[in-house]
């Protein structure tokens, strides 16, 4: 197993439509996580899997965000209708303990 | 919730020089530290972390001390080469009160530029 992997890298698309995002975790970690980064900042937390439970949505996770781990295994992101200020870095990150290991993120551009 | 302040936002040092960065933190349950370096159209790449049962830990050239009592930790790199440029972030766990996961907050990021 080579990492965290991302699919897509990058994604544009045109305001209203939506998308989807699918993060593949390290075989072995039982969490994933969902992060946003915008140019210049931190990456923010999103979202919180224990398996294919989602435990816990940050206030940022807005009611056209939705994601899911149907089988505890890889994730999807899904975003709808998608605005401008949605424009920004998806990263997925996953951990069995403390050591969260991210992955190439994918790039989303908003027209 | 946890408010994790990083210093400075930007940092230029000679080649072989040192490069210290600091994040400071509000939440004293805290108790694990990790760092990241981030290169250019990449993801966040854990470097090297510290729990808060020991006061430093070192890898190779690059080291972590934590102040537990005064809620900082630093990361310190030595002999530094052109390849340690690259935005480093320091990371907090969020609600550690609330136990499970490593969900973290992020410092806002140190631009560091190692010149020739």
């Known amino acids: 197993d080579t990492g965290v992997s991302q699919d897509p890298r990058h994604k544009i698309t045109k305001r209203g439509q939506n998308v989807t995002f699918r993060c593949d975790p390290i075989?072995?970690?039982?969490?994933l996580y969902w992060y946003r980064q915008t140019l210049g900042q931190g990456p923010e937390f999103l979202t919180y899997?224990?398996?294919?439970?989602?435990?816990?949505k940050s206030r940022l996770l807005s009611d056209r965000f939705s994601a899911e781990r149907p089988k505890g295994s890889f994730s999807t992101l899904e975003i709808q209708r998608t605005e401008q200020g949605d424009s920004a870095m998806y990263l997925c990150?996953?951990?069995?303990?403390?050591?969260?290991?991210f992955g190439p993120g994918t790039r989303l551009t908003v027209l | 919730g946890e408010n994790v302040e990083q210093h400075p936002s930007t940092l230029s040092v000679q080649e072989g020089d040192s490069a210290v960065i600091k994040c400071t933190y509000s939440?004293?349950?805290?108790?694990?530290f990790p760092w990241y370096k981030q290169e250019l159209g990449k993801g966040p790449q854990l470097i090297i972390d510290?729990?808060?049962?020991?006061g430093e830990k070192k890898d190779q050239r690059i080291a972590v001390t934590l102040n537990k009592t005064a809620k900082h930790f630093s990361l310190h790199i030595t002999e530094t080469q052109p390849e340690d440029s690259a935005v480093y972030f320091c990371?907090?766990?969020?609600?550690?009160?609330?136990?499970?996961?490593?969900?973290?907050?992020f410092g806002t990021g140190t631009q560091l530029k190692v010149e020739l």
């Open positions: 939440d004293s349950a805290s108790n694990y």
């Open positions: 990371a907090v766990p969020r609600g550690v009160s609330t136990g499970g996961g490593n969900k973290l907050t």
């Open positions: 990150a996953s951990s069995r303990g403390d050591r969260g290991l």
């Open positions: 075989s072995e970690h039982n969490r």
């Open positions: 510290i729990r808060s049962n020991v």
């Open positions: 899997f224990q398996n294919e439970a989602q435990l816990e």
